[in-house]
T-cell receptor, first 113, second 117 residues
């Protein structure tokens, strides 16, 4: 069955520290992979996506993610977290001909000053 | 680019009434739009896929007659919650995928907070 797992429900980091949010997927074909961020009271914003090619993908706001087929993972990273990065982060896999998204449960990121 | 709007952003209604939520792609055309529901502190639940000019495709367990979807143009899809009840209170989010270029990427509206009294 197709699924997306975000093992960490909640993460707290200090401002300036590095960040890695984990995402594992189960999908039979080559996946389309996405990371979205949802800030309090705001809609979902696309951070980055992977369809094919270079497995290290650069996104907005200084985020990057690496697709590792052998580990079925698409972890999100940022070298130095800012207080404004506090938000809910969702990993998703595009599935099917109409590319419906299969969502992880999200990781809530808190940033300590 | 790729901006999606929703209206209203927040609505409060009485039990038994119907509420219409609009989703518009402002700077692109979208044959396909999606409607989601999000409960507090939870992930998004896909309700239906809205297709311009044809019937929407509903996910299992979603009542078609309760959540009416109309995708009348390439930039507008509407979700009508009919005979709303308190259990329908939720955050409803739409997304749209541009037709050209076809990016297989969904862009999301800001969401509509529905409260049914």
């Amino acid at each position: 069955a197709q699924s997306v797992t975000q093992p960490d429900i909640h993460i707290t980091v200090s401002e300036g520290a590095s960040l890695e949010l984990r995402c594992n997927y189960s999908y039979g074909a080559t996946p389309y992979l996405f990371w979205y961020v949802q800030s309090p009271g705001q809609g979902l914003q696309l951070l980055l996506k992977y369809f094919s090619g270079d497995t290290l993908v650069q996104g907005i706001k200084g985020f990057e993610a690496e697709f590792k087929r052998s580990q079925s993972s698409f972890n999100l990273r940022k070298p130095s977290v800012h207080w404004s990065d506090a938000a809910e982060y969702f990993c998703a896999v595009g599935a099917g001909n109409n590319r419906k998204l299969i969502w992880g449960l999200g990781t809530s990121l808190a940033v300590n000053p | 680019g790729a901006v999606v709007s929703q209206h209203p952003s927040r609505v409060i209604c009485k039990s038994g009434t119907s509420v219409k939520i609009e989703c518009r792609s402002l700077d692109f055309q979208a044959t396909t739009m999606f409607w989601y529901r999000q409960f507090p502190k939870q992930s998004l639940m896909l309700m239906a896929t809205s297709n311009e000019g044809s019937k929407a495709t509903y996910e299992q367990g979603v009542e078609k007659d309760k959540f009416l979807i109309n995708h009348a143009s390439l930039t507008l899809s509407t979700l009508t919650v009919t005979s709303a009840h308190p259990e329908d209170s939720s955050f409803y989010i739409c997304s749209a995928s541009p037709d050209r270029p076809s990016t297989d990427t969904q862009y999301f509206g800001p969401g509509t907070r529905l409260t049914v009294l």
